[in-house]
């Protein structure tokens, strides 16, 4: 079998390489997810869900503030505008409908107050909120 070392030497399968590296992205992605929660909490916003996922998708944090939901996909980058670059139509289309899904349990449904946000995590940990980043003010 062939191995290959880990930055603090200690040696792995190669064919264990991918998996490690699937693991780093995981982790770094729940530590992006963390951050922004935690400077949406900072704002005064109570975290509803983290990961919540509907049949449509998954939406990466569901935040409540004075009766309106905010539903935000985080994205982590070296820079927060290749971090922005990495949201497509197609997701944001899947995160849409399935805020619709989570807005339609609610007690409102569909006409509860409702924005998108995307929360932009650089490679220093720093998070930019860009609000209603999905449509117009």
Known sequence: MKFERISDGTPVAAVDRKALQGAVAYSAGRLAEESAAREYRR????VMAER?????????????R??????????KSRFH???AERIGARQIARICNAALEYCGRLPAGLLTAMRFDAA??????????IENAFGVN
């Open 43 to 46: 704002r005064g916003y109570e």
């Open 52 to 64: 919540w996922r509907g049949r449509g998708g998954e939406i990466d944090l569901i935040l409540c």
């Open 66 to 75: 004075d009766d309106e939901y905010t539903f935000v996909e985080v994205k």
């Open 81 to 83: 505008d290749r971090a």
């Open 120 to 129: 932009l995590v650089d490679q220093f940990g720093r998070v930019e909120i």
